[in-house]
């Protein structure tokens, strides 16, 4: 009878242990179908960071200015149509609308990968359609919503596609920087996957140039992750950037209705990309610009 009662609470503890990697692995599952994150099983952080370290950027010649047109009539309309005014005090400072605004965004959309991304993304038709349509953006729809709500708001900001070395890794992302008067610099902010920014050991705000060197350097950085105060890392994503710091591309000038391809009356330009000395750059276009001086891509708007 003892032998049947101890049989009977291993086969329970076995049938529990089961049960709770069965909710890991679903866990798991979920985790990462919902941000779809791509990095490769075999390669670790420190992979990714000896690659950066491998792949300095140089000064070169090459001329070129960011530019940010402004539209004061649409920057209204935006203003007005999402109470932006609201999300944040007349006193706040550059980098606390920002934060302010990225976590609207953040919050409100969830992060997902259609099939198709909306055919108007504007900033009022992509709140639009996340209302009519149940599922969430991908990050490049999050960063251009966030960026032409942050222009709407009267700051300067961009989105940069930040993407890998290997050229058979499809999965790059895309993130935005303000840029911060107070600070005379460049900081970024990702309103996908439920926020992130990073700060030095000060809090003071890191743009993608200095978080590449502080993977480079060893150096810590602070995670703010759903941009919530502290400390926390979230390994994986911390990971997945220092994967995707690689080199990074943006448009040169920056408008309302940027990839909008409805309005004619406005063209996209060409892209600025910024790649490690001796890097050939995959899936650009012929007349993109190509540069490898950093001090040029992070220097003051125009």
């Known amino acids: 009878m003892k032998f049947l009662k101890y049989l009977f609470r291993v086969v329970v503890g076995i ?17 990462t179908q919902k941000y779809s994150i791509n990095i490769k099983q075999n390669r670790l952080e420190a992979d990714y960071v000896e690659l950066l370290k491998q792949s300095p950027f140089k000064a070169d010649s090459v001329q070129y200015h ?30 606390e609308k920002a934060l302010a605004i990225s976590k609207f965004v953040a919050t409100n959309i969830p992060h997902d990968n259609p099939d198709k991304n909306p055919d108007h993304p504007n900033a009022i038709d992509l709140w639009k359609y996340s209302r009519d349509v149940p599922a969430g953006f991908n990050c490049r729809m999050h960063a251009i919503l966030n960026y032409e709500l942050m222009q709407a708001a009267g700051l300067t900001a961009r989105y940069v596609t930040c993407l890998p070395e290997d050229s058979e890794d499809q999965d790059c992302h895309v993130v935005n920087e303000v840029w911060l008067p107070e600070l005379g610099k460049w900081a970024f902010i990702d309103a996908d996957m439920d ?3 990073f700060t030095d ?6 743009n993608l140039l200095e978080i590449r060197e502080k993977y480079v350097a060893g150096e810590q950085m602070l ?3 759903e941009f919530k105060e502290g400390i926390t890392r979230h390994d994986y994503y911390y990971a997945y950037m220092a994967k995707n710091t690689y080199w990074f591309s943006s ?3 920056l408008h309302f209705f940027q990839e909008d391809r409805k309005n004619d009356e406005f ?11 001796g890097f050939r750059a995959f ?9 490898t001086d950093a001090s040029r891509f992070w220097a003051p708007p125009q």
């Open 15 to 31: 049938l529990a242990l089961i049960g709770l990697l069965v909710v890991g692995l679903f866990c798991y599952l979920e985790i």
């Open 66 to 95: 960011f530019t940010n047109v402004r539209d004061s009539a649409r920057a209204r309309e935006i203003m007005d149509y999402f109470k932006l005014d609201t999300l944040y005090s007349p006193e706040a400072t550059t980098w």
């Open 195 to 197: 926020g992130n920014y």
């Open 201 to 206: 050991q000060n809090g003071t705000p890191l």
């Open 223 to 225: 995670m703010h992750p």
């Open 251 to 253: 448009w040169e000038i």
């Open 267 to 277: 063209k996209a330009g060409r892209y600025l990309v910024i790649v490690p000395e």
């Open 283 to 291: 899936g650009i276009d012929s007349d993109d610009l190509i540069t």
